[in-house]
């Protein structure tokens, strides 16, 4: 869905009524922008098209949300839906809807001059002295990434199978073969799956941290402290 | 087929209130529906949203204005009081419940419990007595205003430390006795206040909640206290105790409040059996898993479950986590607008 300039991104202009039936449902919502008044930030969805908005009127809102659209693109592969501000989509016109959670993280959470690195898909892993190394997949690849562990380490195997049920889990991508994943579109992320892997190598930290994320805000018995659990 | 509604949304939850026939049935507020897109919105955050009454009462407002519920209420968290009594707290960022620190206690027992002098000229309760009279001029007679003031169970909580407290009422319940009716003087004084602002009806949780207090533990300590709440604020009461609650729903029945706002994991069915016609029921959408978790279809399939098994009034099971997706709540209103039109004519 195309967003014209001239009714284009304007925080005082719509409602939140109006950018529900504009942009389509909040996907993703970052409560604190850390970088610009801690502003929140959502992510809307409509069909494939990822709409960013925040409801906050402060001055140069709307440069910072252009920013954060550009990190979408930069660290994530999304291109810019044109004549807009705030508008994304991945290429493959997929929604790609789980991994879209970490990438607006690390769109909103890093740094404004972060740039991602340009190097091989390769991480340290963090509970073992492996390395992860993704291979991206060749032209007929079928959109399969190939992952594997180097170094010296205790079961590496049992590492692999961690860290490809990561992938699976945190980026809704599908097992291939042994050691591979795609992406449910069968289409190259490279970007993405770089997106994915310090999230992939670690899921009880990661689930602590989305635990963490959900309880945050929330006004239980337990958060209140009126309660044995 | 379309139906029209007739009432004003006040009408419609003072009706409900007074087991009136109604239009539709309400959408109400008796806790907090403020998230942080709102607060953006507005401009009006946590924590100041909380210490200030114009912020206040412009968050509060968009509870009607953007969502469609039939109420506005200004008072989003459980602390107000707490921290007008010298509570530590801990008043968080933006996207955090304010919280008391009831690892340090302020008071150790029944004799220790006093009224500070201004208490009601405190910055955050002004906040709320301010941020009622700002709504009351502008939405007037449109719209129902719900204060709300703390029970003496949630007060005791605050000021003792929840473990002394409970301990004490294995130890000492005539003391725990003493003490609750000491504090209660503080739930009047502060709902008094709320109502001469302009509260139409007054939100009163005390959270003596399933896990940690049994039915027989409310009956003993507390149902005589609600009761007598019922007399002295001259107001329609809501009730809150989160958690299960169906083992003191007859007795909360019998207080003569005029709603009890339950907690998700209570069957709506099993709730209103449970009351058998006593009390009104407000509630009771989850907030984990639907609201903020799941989508508009799931909270509507919530709110079909409680208008099919009669509760009076719709609503969030308790405040809404601040995180809350708009058009979640927004589904509210409108699942209980569409089961109303589906059945009309």
Known sequence: MMNRKDISFNPSALRPAEVIQRYGQCLELVPIDK???????????????????????????????????????????????????????????????????????????????????????????????????????????????????????????????????????????????????????????????????P?????????????????????TTGTLGFSQV | MAYIETMTPKERVMSALAGRPVDRTPVANPTNVATVELMDLVDAPFPGACQDPELAARLAATGHTELGFDSISPYFSIIQESSALGCDMQWEEKDNWPTVRMQRPIWKGADDIHVPAGLLLHRDIQAITGSIKILKEEFGDQVAIIGKTMGPWTLAYHVFGVEPFLLGTVDNPDETLKALHKLKEISVMFGEAQIEAGADVLTFPDHATGDLVS????????????????????????????????????????????????????????????????????????NPETLYARGPEEVRQEVYRCLEAGVQMIAPECAVPLATKIENLMAIPQAVKDWTAERSG
């Open chain 1, 35 to 197: 970088y610009f008044h801690d502003i929140s930030i959502g992510l809307y969805a409509k069909g494939a098209v990822c709409t960013l908005w925040t409801f906050s009127k402060k001055e140069g809102a709307r440069d910072r949300v252009k920013v954060i659209r550009d990190q979408m693109i930069a660290l994530g592969g999304m291109e810019r839906i044109p004549e807009t501000d705030n508008q994304v989509r991945f290429p493959c016109g997929h929604l790609h809807a789980k991994p879209l959670k970490f990438l607006l993280a690390q769109a909103v959470g890093k740094s404004p001059d972060y740039s991602p690195p340009e190097a091989n898909l390769e991480i340290k892993d963090s509970k073992s002295d492996l390395t992860i190394v993704v291979s991206e997949p060749g032209k007929d690849g079928g959109g399969i990434y190939q992952v594997g562990v180097e170094g010296d380490a205790r079961n590496p195997g049992v590492r692999l199978q961690m860290i490809l049920a990561g992938f699976v889990r945190y980026g809704d991508m599908h097992l291939a073969g042994e050691s591979g994943i795609r992406f449910q579109c069968g289409e190259r992320h490279g970007q993405l799956v770089r997106v994915l892997m």
């Open chain 1, 199 to 219: 999230y992939s190598r670690n899921i009880s930290n990661v689930e602590n941290m989305l635990a963490a994320e959900i309880t945050r805000g929330q006004m």
């Open chain 2, 215 to 286: 039915g027989e533990y409310y009956q003993r300590f507390l149902q005589e206290i609600h009761a007598e709440m019922v007399e002295r604020l001259p107001v329609p009461l809501i009730l809150h105790i989160c958690g299960k609650t169906i083992d003191r729903m007859p007795y909360i029945a019998q207080t003569g409040m005029a709603c009890f706002h339950f907690d998700s994991k209570n069957d709506p069915q099993e709730a209103m059996d449970a009351v058998d016609g006593g009390i009104a029921l407000a509630g009771n959408v989850n």
